[in-house]
């Protein structure tokens, strides 16, 4: 007997939520695609390609475009959510009234909603009270994807049947769809590693070794996963596709917003002139700043995160970022085997009895950086 077609709403007109939609109608899925732009709408229908994020994908003609959401969600089993952290609230709130309990509602958005530090998919459930939630998170660059080049995401959520439709729906001989029940972990990894991607880009502007962008990519590691902790998060994600995975592609790659803007504001650029050239949203911006303040609330150790945001909002020049962490305190490399504490303990416990013991550290470091931190997490 064959197999009942899955009706597939993909919400976003953005380069990843066009690059699912077509990978699901490509799997048999009767797709639709809402956005707001007419223009764009009309071109996909006429031309099966979504000429402003990605021009040269020829989308599977099936995926019918739309920007009556009303007409997108009916029958919807599975909705993907892709849109940008700024407007994902308001977009869900318009479609609530032809949402239903039984339906999956996954987000795709890599982002945090400034007001209470919500993640989208807390936002989801927040508007809806559903059960079915999940998120998809991931080294996705949308061009590869669209380019069919072997890709693997995760698809996190404590619902195993919102697991397994989106593996069923998505998962084909070059996109991969691995799970997970750490949606929390999954989540933040998605969004934390926007900001070191944009540290990675400024690295490579302005010459930075091989050495010195390997040290910077385990080092932002170690803080997101101590960050994720602090709020609940396993630190084993940060070992998969989400966490380190996603890391080592927008901190490598061109392709990548949030790298290429830190990469423009590395050769000179002002964060206002990089963000215009790049024409699209780069969510590692606004995420520095919540993170950062969430950070210091918590008493997270954060050193690269904090220095990224002097650059970014308060005039401080790019190469001092690489400055900020070489002047950081010499503690554990895995937090998650030696804990910084008892790193921090051993140097308290030598101090006394070897004043020398301090010798090698930067003349120029600041004191605060010698004394015990609140970690903000047992593991931190």
């Known amino acids: 007997m064959a197999e009942q077609q899955t009706n597939v709403a993909v919400l976003g007109g953005g ?16 797709v639709r695609q809402w956005m707001r732009d007419e223009t ?19 989308m599977n003609p099936a995926v019918e475009a739309s920007t009556d959401l009303q007409a997108v969600l009916a029958d919807a089993e599975l909705v993907l959510i892709a849109i940008p952290s700024k407007a994902f609230r308001s977009v869900v709130q318009a479609a609530k009234a032809w949402l239903r309990p039984e339906q999956i509602l996954v987000s795709t958005t890599k982002g945090i909603e400034q007001d209470g530090f919500l993640l989208m998919s807390q936002v989801l459930e927040q508007e809806t009270g559903y059960h079915h939630v999940g998120v998809i998170a991931g ?29 069923q729906a998505l998962g084909c001989g070059y996109f991969r769809v691995y799970a997970s029940d750490d949606r929390h972990g999954v989540e933040l990894a998605g969004a934390l590693k926007n900001i070191y991607a944009i540290a990675a880009g400024m690295a490579a502007a302005l010459g930075m070794g091989e ?67 790049l024409g699209q949203v780069a969510e590692g911006v606004n995420t520095v700043k919540l993170v950062c303040a969430k950070a210091r609330e918590m008493g997270v150790y954060m050193p690269l ?18 400055r900020t962490l070489m002047m950081g305190e010499q503690s554990s490399d895995v937090e998650f085997i030696l804990p910084r504490e008892a790193v921090q303990q051993a140097h308290r416990d030598q101090a006394p009895h070897n004043p020398a013991a301090n010798s090698h550290a930067p003349q120029n470091q600041a004191p605060q950086n010698h004394a015990p931190h609140n970690s903000g997490g047992r593991n931190a």
């Not at 380069?15 to 009767?30: E, K, P, R, V």
């Open 15 to 30: 380069s990843f939520g066009t690059a699912l939609a077509s990978i699901a109608a490509d799997n048999g899925a009767c």
């Open 139 to 167: 080294p996705n660059l949308a061009s590869e994807i669209a380019d069919k080049q072997l890709t693997a995401t995760v698809i996190a959520s404590a619902d195993p049947l919102t697991r397994t439709r989106v593996q």
């Open 211 to 277: 050495n010195t962008r390997s040290m910077l990519m385990t080092r932002a590691l170690a803080e997101m996963s101590r960050f994720a902790v602090a709020q609940g998060a396993n630190p084993m994600t940060f070992l998969g596709l989400a966490g380190v995975g996603d890391l080592i592609v927008t901190c490598s790659s061109n392709l990548s917003r949030n790298y290429r803007v830190g990469y423009a504001m590395g050769e000179g650029r002002t964060l206002e002139e990089a963000v215009d050239a």
């Open 305 to 322: 995160a904090e220095g990224l945001s002097h650059v970014l909002f308060d005039g401080v020049a790019a190469k001092e970022m690489a």
């Open 40 to 58: 764009l709408v009309t071109q996909i229908n006429r031309e099966h390609r979504n000429g402003r994020y990605l021009p040269h994908y020829a």
